[in-house]
């Protein structure tokens, strides 16, 4: 079962545009995290925010946490054509089960 | 590149036969992780080792079977296949225990074809 919906399921912008993809999840987390996927190939790892974290950024990445309304949001400034891939976000349950639980994911298409 | 190696990179294969797919854990990582991800159930996780031990379940099913070795290596086992079990299978690690304190690292897939 999936824990996180991103919204929108796809997004097409034009390069050097910001890209804002969001992800809402159901239950509380320790942690969320946000993954790069270019098609067919492995998840890269992009960031990570804590539960008593409210924004993060690391270069042209930007991620908030909103735990009251359990959501977060991924922007990506100044889009590159390399940003093409698809993002999801996954997150860890605050209690038991560890395991990483993966969104749905946004396909980001980046137009030249 | 992640330092997580996965064979093979393909595999066809009839429905009913098994396969076995193969993942090198990165360098010093303790714990793997399994995932399949397909396009009408997205990314599922599947099963954990650590240190060679199971550390976390999630929706694998009875056909299908895990183990992690001594050397760190793990394999995982997918018998009387069927068509519904196509799917890019990923395999990832990370240092410690648990996902609390980080990232993981993911390989390249083995992307399954039953016909």
């Known amino acids: 079962s999936q824990q996180g919906e991103e919204d929108p399921q796809a997004l097409s912008i034009q390069e050097g545009e910001n890209a804002t993809m969001n992800c809402s999840y159901k239950t509380s987390i320790n942690n969320l995290q946000w993954y790069r996927q270019n098609s067919g190939r492995g998840l890269v790892h992009l960031i990570l925010i804590r539960s008593n974290e409210r924004e993060k950024h690391s270069g042209r990445l930007r991620v908030t946490l909103d735990t009251s309304k359990k959501s977060s949001s991924l922007l990506i400034t100044a889009s590159r054509a390399a940003d093409t891939a698809s993002y999801f976000c996954?997150?860890?349950?605050?209690?038991?089960?560890?395991?990483?639980?993966f969104g749905t994911g946004t396909r980001l298409t980046i137009i030249p | 590149d992640s330092g997580v190696t996965q064979t093979p990179k393909h595999l066809i294969t009839a429905t009913g036969q098994r396969v076995t797919l193969r993942c090198s854990p990165r360098s010093g990582d303790l714990s793997v992780y399994w995932y399949q991800q397909s396009l009408d159930q997205g990314l599922q996780f599947l099963i954990q080792?650590?240190?060679?031990?199971?550390?976390a379940k999630g929706n694998i099913l009875e056909r299908f079977s895990a183990q992690q070795f001594p050397d760190l290596h793990s394999e995982l086992n997918l018998s009387s296949l069927e068509l519904g079990d196509s799917a890019l299978y990923f395999c990832?690690?990370?240092?410690?225990?648990?996902?609390?304190?980080?990232?993981?690292?993911f390989g390249e897939g083995s992307r399954l074809t039953v016909l």
């Open positions: 990832a690690s990370s240092g410690g225990l648990a996902v609390n304190t980080g990232e993981l690292f």
């Open positions: 996954a997150t860890v349950p605050a209690w038991g089960n560890e395991k990483l639980t």
């Open positions: 080792y650590y240190n060679g031990e199971e550390r």
